[in-house]
């Protein structure tokens, strides 16, 4: 923020001393010798300038007319602009008269200031004279409130468009890592060879069931090889890397795996980012299943809330207090802060003696495609 900060006043200035350079350059270019009241009044029209256009830019700042804007926000920008122009000129033309800083005094040698008080003010205020020196001011100042104004918006423009650039390089890097990480710390070795040796066991048994398992666990594995190709996919087909997730996890834990799903079916097309529900439910598994005797009950929710696409996972069990989240859930946090800029909602907490949930919220973004 200090360095934002920092970066505005440096361009302010510059640019106000660069227009007062630029007077004074071409000036001397075409009037040869100026003025006695030249530098008076270049002086009050770059202070006035100067401290109207930080004015404007808190203004704008409050109200929130950054880039990106919606369309109707960019009436509200052209009235503070058209403001800004009518206040900019009206004082540059009424301090004129005030110091007398007019045309008539370019016969004087030397500038001499007038009497500053209130009733000489009065007696010899010439309206005719501050209504002309505001029309000029109108034509000839209002050009450098454009240039004032197009230059701010046009930072923040590229800032926006750097920051989104930014945030997409984080993404797709984030992404990359999953994708070199995901075998080994989502879809663990451990699955794998579990999974392998209860297929195995099943290929006497039972060889149908061996073939289907064979066909799950090539769909978690390829949905895993393919993660870093897209950024979201529908709740539909996230949902069925899961089932084949869990059928796998069936064989292993027999009777002691108990699934419940409660799933609002205008959520299926919602978009969610790729493996990211698996990853929840490899969590409950992990820390419910794993770590107790007995049967656990795995349960997951979709649902519209308000606003936002709530997703509960939710595994029998007393949570654990860690330091620091596993590679699954810190790489959780980190996506949803990328891809929803602080609008997801993640958590994870003991919401009964026996039962920890996993609770992530995201904006709704059904599409059709």
Request: hydrophobic letters at 45%; aromatic letters at 12%; one cysteine or more.
């Amino acid at each position: 923020m200090k360095k934002k900060a920092s970066r505005y006043w440096i361009c302010q200035i510059s640019g106000w001393l660069s227009y007062g350079l630029t007077l004074i350059f071409f000036s001397y270019i075409l009037e040869k010798q100026l003025s006695p009241v030249f530098y008076p009044r270049m002086v009050i029209t770059i202070l006035v300038g100067f401290g109207l256009s930080h004015l404007l830019r808190t203004f704008m700042v409050k109200a929130g007319l950054r880039p990106p804007m919606a369309t109707h926000q960019w009436w509200k920008v052209l009235v503070m602009f058209f403001a800004y122009t009518l206040l900019y000129s009206f004082l540059i033309s009424s301090i004129f008269e005030i110091f007398k800083l007019y045309d008539a005094g370019r016969k004087m040698t030397h500038y001499v200031l007038p009497d500053l008080s209130l009733q000489n003010i009065i007696a010899e205020w010439n309206p005719a004279r501050v209504t002309k020196r505001f029309l000029i001011s109108l034509v000839f100042d209002t050009p450098i409130s454009v240039i004032w104004i197009s230059v701010y918006m046009l930072w923040h423009f590229i800032e926006f468009s750097n920051s989104e650039a930014i945030n997409k390089i984080k993404l797709e890097s984030l992404i990359k890592e999953l994708e070199l990480k995901t075998i080994k710390s989502q879809i663990n070795p451990h699955f794998i060879f579990n999974a392998l040796n209860s297929i195995r066991a099943l290929v006497d048994e039972n060889p149908t069931r061996a073939r289907q398992a064979i066909t799950e666990l090539s769909n978690i594995l390829r949905s895993s090889i393919q993660v870093d190709k897209i950024e979201i996919t529908s709740l539909e087909k996230e949902l069925a890397i899961v089932k084949d997730y869990l059928a796998l996890e069936y064989i292993r834990f027999e009777d002691r795996l108990n699934v419940v799903y409660e799933i609002d079916a205008a959520t299926l097309q919602n978009k969610v980012p790729p493996m990211m529900l698996q990853t929840l439910v490899e969590n409950a598994i992990k820390h419910g299943l794993s770590k107790q005797p007995g049967a656990c009950l795995i349960k997951i929710v979709s649902k519209f809330d308000q606003d936002k696409h709530v997703l509960l996972v939710q595994n029998s069990g007393v949570l654990e207090k860690v330091e620091k989240d596993g590679f699954g859930l810190q790489s959780t946090r980190e996506r949803l802060n990328i891809l929803y800029r602080g609008m997801a909602e993640f958590e994870i907490y003991q919401c009964e003696p026996n039962q920890v949930t996993a609770k992530l919220a995201i904006p709704i973004s059904i599409s059709n495609n």
